[in-house]
Nanobody, 125 residues
Framework: QVRLVESGGGSVQAGDSLRLSCAAS????????MGWFRQAPGKEREFVAA?????????DYADSVKGRFTISRDNAKSTVYLQMNGLKPEDTAIYYC?????????????????WGQGTQVTVSP
């Protein structure tokens, strides 16, 4: 049974940093592309960042987070991270990690097979 468990969310002020973690089990982690998505109240789930399988040498970011967020993976720990710096109130959302296998990193959530339950991030002005 595949499980993705996010952690690290919380309530912070604008300009602060958080690091989200997503621990995976039940799958050959290094063979999966990993992504982070987020969903704010009343909005659709949107792509945040993704990292390619194996060595994670390829990454992709939404324009809204580029330069502020960094995605990385530790295959030995079967964990993917999202380092979030310079947080803004508009970053407030539930953050989900996801796993899939694709030829090219995808921003489409439909390309990901497995999802975590999410972790709440709230950024106050």
């Amino acid at each position: 049974q595949v499980r993705l468990v996010e952690s690290g969310g919380g309530s912070v002020q604008a300009g602060d940093s958080l690091r989200l973690s997503c621990a995976a089990s039940g799958l050959t982690f290094n063979g999966y592309d990993m992504g982070w998505f987020r969903q704010a109240p009343g909005k659709e789930r949107e792509f945040v960042a993704a990292v390619k399988k194996w060595d994670g040498s390829r990454t992709d970011y939404a324009d809204s987070v580029k330069g502020r967020f960094t995605i990385s993976r530790d295959n030995a720990k079967s964990t993917v991270y999202l380092q979030m710096n310079g947080l803004k109130p508009e970053d407030t959302a539930i953050y989900y990690c996801a796993a899939g296998i694709m030829q090219y990193l995808a921003r489409d959530h439909g390309q990901y097979y497995y999802w975590g339950q999410g972790t709440q991030v709230t950024v106050s002005p």
